[in-house]
């Protein structure tokens, strides 16, 4: 494999970064089985995030130009969150998301007051969740419960606290 750069983001890099936030959401349809997650052009999701977050907290991986990974971090006053991580399906497993993730590291550890880094994959994303732990987020500080009206099937099988949740 070619040299992965690690770098801020750049304007050139938006319909590369498309794409990455359209596989996200594929996988995200594939995992809880919906085909409407994302709407019709889920890519377009990119856009927002960029605007909420702004370029400042985007980082790319690329090789050459072309950008094959990219995470973000949202700031909060004592807590930053990781918000997406993602690397092009065909470049997965060679340590690029651990490279991303320890620039994020790097540069929160430089901020005043930040106490904690954290991640928010969701429930079913069993492979983020192994993936995440075994980088060290290994505290559960909040969990988010609700009530579905969707309609949407649910799995069964989990257990905390001694209680059964679907997800």
């Known amino acids: 494999m070619k040299k992965v750069v690690i770098r801020g983001y750049k304007d050139k ?24 997650i994302g709407g019709a052009n889920p890519g377009l999701y990119f856009d927002e995030h960029l605007k909420k977050v702004g370029p400042g907290q985007l980082i790319v991986a690329s090789i050459g130009s072309k950008a094959i990974g990219l995470v973000g971090y949202m ?44 991640v928010r994959p969701v429930a079913r994303n069993e492979r983020a969740i192994e993936y995440f732990r075994s980088r060290g987020f290994d505290k559960i500080g909040r969990i988010e419960l609700f009530i579905d009206f969707s309609g949407r099937e649910w799995k069964k099988d989990l257990r905390l606290f001694e209680r059964q949740f679907e997800y």
């Not at 930053?80 to 620039?103: A, F």
């Open 13 to 36: 890099d938006r319909e590369e970064c498309r794409a990455l936030w359209g596989e996200l959401t594929q996988w995200h349809r594939d995992i809880y089985d919906d085909s409407g």
């Open 75 to 118: 700031d909060g006053e004592e807590e930053i969150e990781v918000e997406p991580l993602i690397v092009s399906r065909d470049c997965r497993g060679k340590g690029i998301g651990t490279m991303l993730l320890n620039e994020v590291r790097k540069r929160v550890q430089k901020q005043k007051g930040v106490k904690y880094l954290s």
